[in-house]
């Protein structure tokens, strides 16, 4: 009898005193407030806000003054079955949690960031990610990877060769290594074109890139 929520109260609060900023907001934001038990445990939460941004993005939420609980049981919400736990871990160490949700429906990136407001309120913040992400995974590939061709750059190489000649020295083998030289690629460059060129050496790429018993 004692799992009730402290009311709404506090949305007409926060409507008055936030919600033009929160509205104003690109990210999708809500709040929660915690509903205890006699002894003060967390039970559950209840909804008491969301920005105008929060319902024209997310297609499942609970209503304002709805319980999370209800939700989970009816499967209408996929949430983490230790978000109470994640709950209290905020309120009592004041740091926020944040993870980021690879959607697989909408091949999207978001990060979700859940912050302490006060002893009983949380603010939650989703942010789409997915351009960041697209740049972190260019960056990585192309860190060890030569954009012309596709082949691993000169920096993968030698990472490669001083990883070979380890194994070799620890294993009392060998292998082998060999260059491969293009003739007359300058006088294509010169006389056919720099665009030529490339073209002959993305076809050389090509052909070496299927002998995968060699590493290229």
Same mark, same amino acid.
């Given at each position: 009898?004692?799992?009730?929520?402290?009311g709404?109260?506090?949305?007409?609060k926060f409507?008055?005193?936030?919600?033009?900023?929160?509205?104003?907001?690109?990210?999708?934001?809500?709040?929660v407030?915690?509903?205890?038990?006699?002894?003060?445990?967390?039970?559950d939460?209840?909804?008491?806000?969301y920005?105008?941004?929060y319902?024209?993005?997310?297609k499942?939420?609970?209503?304002?003054?709805?319980?999370?609980s209800?939700y989970?049981?009816?499967?209408?919400?996929?949430?983490?079955?230790?978000y109470?736990?994640? @709950? *209290?871990?905020? /309120?009592?160490?004041?740091?926020?949690?944040t993870?980021?949700i690879? +959607?697989?429906? $909408?091949?999207?990136?978001i990060?979700f960031?859940?912050k302490?407001?006060?002893?009983?309120?949380?603010?939650?913040?989703?942010?789409d990610i997915?351009?960041?992400k697209?740049?972190?995974?260019?960056?990585d590939?192309?860190?060890d990877?030569?954009?012309?061709?596709?082949?691993?750059?000169?920096s993968?190489?030698?990472?490669?060769?001083?990883?070979?000649?380890?194994?070799?020295?620890?294993?009392? @083998? *060998?292998?082998? /290594?060999y260059?491969i030289?293009?003739?007359?690629?300058?006088f294509? +460059?010169?006389? $056919?074109?720099?665009?030529?060129?490339?073209?002959?050496?993305?076809k050389?790429?090509?052909i070496?890139?299927?002998?995968?018993s060699?590493?290229?």
């Open positions: 009898e004692n799992n009730i929520p402290k709404l109260g506090l949305i007409n409507e008055e005193e936030y919600k033009d900023i929160l509205d104003a907001l690109t990210d999708p934001v809500f709040v407030e915690t509903v205890r038990n006699g002894a003060g445990g967390i039970v939460l209840q909804v008491i806000f920005n105008k941004v319902t024209q993005k997310t499942k939420y609970v209503p304002i003054g709805g319980l999370y209800k989970i049981e009816n499967k209408t919400l996929q949430i983490a079955p230790d109470l736990d994640t @709950t *209290t871990r905020i /309120l009592n160490s004041g740091t926020p949690f993870q980021n690879f +959607n697989t429906s $909408s091949r999207t990136w990060n960031t859940l302490k407001l006060d002893q009983d309120h949380l603010l939650g913040i989703i942010k997915t351009s960041q697209v740049q972190e995974s260019f960056v590939y192309f860190k990877t030569d954009m012309l061709t596709g082949l691993p750059n000169r993968t190489f030698y990472k490669s060769l001083n990883a070979s000649i380890e194994t070799a020295s620890q294993e009392k @083998t *060998t292998f082998g /290594l260059i030289d293009i003739d007359d690629m300058k294509i +460059n010169d006389f $056919s074109g720099h665009a030529d060129g490339d073209t002959i050496l993305k050389c790429a090509s070496l890139i299927k002998d995968e060699n590493t290229v």
